[in-house]
């Protein structure tokens, strides 16, 4: 993987929040490439318990500023940086006021859903991608990780389809086992149809709940990775069926020759 660039978007990376499925592999497999001589770049939410003194966040003030729309509404965008000790591994966090100062991730401490996690997750995707731009760095692969990340293979392949930056770019997906009940806002579709996608090209987010957001990330993606020994049999069939290249659950110790080989063979 000496000198492929690959651009890690995830919903949760350790150190900067608690350790479990999605923020382990989404610091193990950046590790495991960078380690290899690949080139990382990691961008996930900036949320309000991540310890910007103790992680040594720092605003990046050429990179802020621009202005995102979510729903017809102009919202400030906030790019922060920090490393990962001992790694040099640069982590871009996508920030936003009204979305991401709460002091939670997903929920509230009654673990209820914040009623706006799909404009968050609007906001995060398009975030990323007008980072990358901005940074003129032009990734071989962007692996997604975890829901709040999962409309960026959406956005990708339609809202920035002209890019010409991201021309070659593959968009892989690591499934994970279930991680929120119930389901977004409803209106989440109009929200995404509002920038241009397609409805017949999202129809499953009709009812925007886990297994639908990540059906809908596994249609616009170019590979598909079974994150999680535990992935439902619904889940696991609709990626077998769905024609995409894939990668099925991995132990640990076998990781690296897989998903190196799977890279591989999606840059093939």
């Keep these: 993987m000496e000198d492929k660039r690959i651009l890690y978007v995830s919903s949760e990376v350790v150190p900067y929040l608690a350790e479990n499925e999605v923020s382990l592999l989404s610091y ?48 400030p965008l906030i790019i922060k940086v920090a490393s990962i000790p001992k790694e040099r591994i640069q982590v871009y966090f996508i920030d936003n006021d009204e979305y991401f100062k709460r002091k939670a991730t997903f929920s509230d401490e009654e673990g209820v859903l914040y009623p706006d996690n799909d404009e968050r997750a609007i906001f995060f995707a398009k975030g990323v991608v007008e980072t990358v731009k901005k940074l003129n ?27 010409a930056l991201f021309s070659e770019t593959k968009i892989v997906t690591s499934v994970y086992s279930q991680s929120f009940d119930g389901s ?35 249609n616009h993606s170019d590979g598909v990775i079974i994150a999680s020994e535990n992935v439902s049999s619904s ?24 998903y190196t080989n799977f890279y591989k063979g999606m840059l093939s």
């Design 28 to 75: 193990d497999v950046p590790k495991m490439i960078n380690d290899q001589g690949g080139q990382i770049r990691i961008f996930m939410p900036r949320y309000g318990n991540i310890n910007e003194r103790r992680h040594q966040l720092h605003e990046v003030i050429r990179l802020s500023g621009m202005n995102l729309v979510v729903n017809d509404l102009d919202m």
């Design 184 to 218: 977004l806002d409803t209106e989440m579709i109009n929200k995404i149809k509002f920038d241009g996608v397609p409805q017949n090209a999202i129809q499953e987010l009709e009812l925007p709940n886990y297994e639908n957001l990540i059906k809908s990330a596994v």
């Design 137 to 163: 760095w032009v990734p071989d692969i962007i692996h997604v990780h975890g829901w709040m990340a999962s409309l960026l293979p959406i956005y990708m392949k339609h809202y920035y389809k002209d890019e």
């Design 235 to 258: 889940l696991t069939k609709f990626i077998e069926s769905s024609g995409k290249p894939f990668l099925s659950f991995t132990p640990k110790d076998k990781m690296i020759e897989a």
